[in-house]
């Protein structure tokens, strides 16, 4: 049975989507509703999604479709994120903007010579976002800084190569030791 704490649920998310998509109950089943629950998840992550920092000072939204979503266990990530690795989603530039405040930047070189700018809150710190100056049409958002993770999906675990001993992956999900082929940030001209 779908309690009355699961149809509200779904019916908050449904609203802060904006959705013009109406779920039906049907028949009150469990499964019905983890299908539910699936297809919301992925229309969270397609449609719209926002995310704030810890002290709220800066937020952004981001649309359209992630192009890539990955555990990045790099140790510029870990320096980063403070811990074993980075999960990821690379969004189109075009459909992200921050919405309130201003992200304090930090540039630095990758391996492959590309300035990497990260992007976090100049009050408390939080990781938000970055940019490759290979590839300015994406944004790399930060997922833990988004008001709902829940829907991440990642692909792949990249540059395995540095992880820590004490790193634990998905063993179901590809690991890289690097980048995925097709994946890589191409060098600057
Ligand atoms: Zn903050
Ligand atoms: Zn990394």
């Not at 149809?7 to 989507?17: F, G, P, V, Y």
């Not at 000072?57 to 890539?68: A, C, Q, W």
């Not at 811990?83 to 391996?111: N, Q």
Request: charged share 25%; aromatic share 8%; hydrophobic share 35%.
């Amino acid at each position: 049975m779908v309690s009355v704490v699961q149809r509200e649920w779904m019916a908050r998310k449904l609203r802060a989507l904006k959705s013009p998509i109406m779920v039906e109950y049907g028949p009150n089943s469990q499964m019905n509703y983890n299908v539910q629950r699936r297809a919301i998840g992925r229309l969270a992550m397609t449609v719209a999604r926002t995310g704030r920092c810890l002290c709220g000072g800066v937020r952004y939204e981001s649309t359209g479709e992630p192009l890539f979503s990955l555990l990045c266990h790099c140790r510029d990530c870990q320096k980063e994120g403070g811990s074993a690795y980075m999960a990821a989603m690379r969004v189109p530039a075009s459909g992200f903007r921050v919405t309130k405040g201003e992200p304090k930047l930090y540039v630095s070189s990758s391996d492959a010579g590309n300035r990497v700018t990260r992007a976090f809150c100049p009050e408390c710190g939080c990781p938000l976002f970055i940019r490759v100056s290979a590839r300015p049409e994406i944004v790399g958002l930060r997922v833990g800084s988004l008001d709902d993770p829940g829907g991440f999906r990642p692909e792949a675990d990249i540059f395995v190569k540095s992880a820590q001993p004490w790193d634990h992956m998905n063993p179901d999900l590809p690991k890289h030791q690097t980048y995925p082929p097709g994946r890589a940030y191409t060098p600057p001209e």
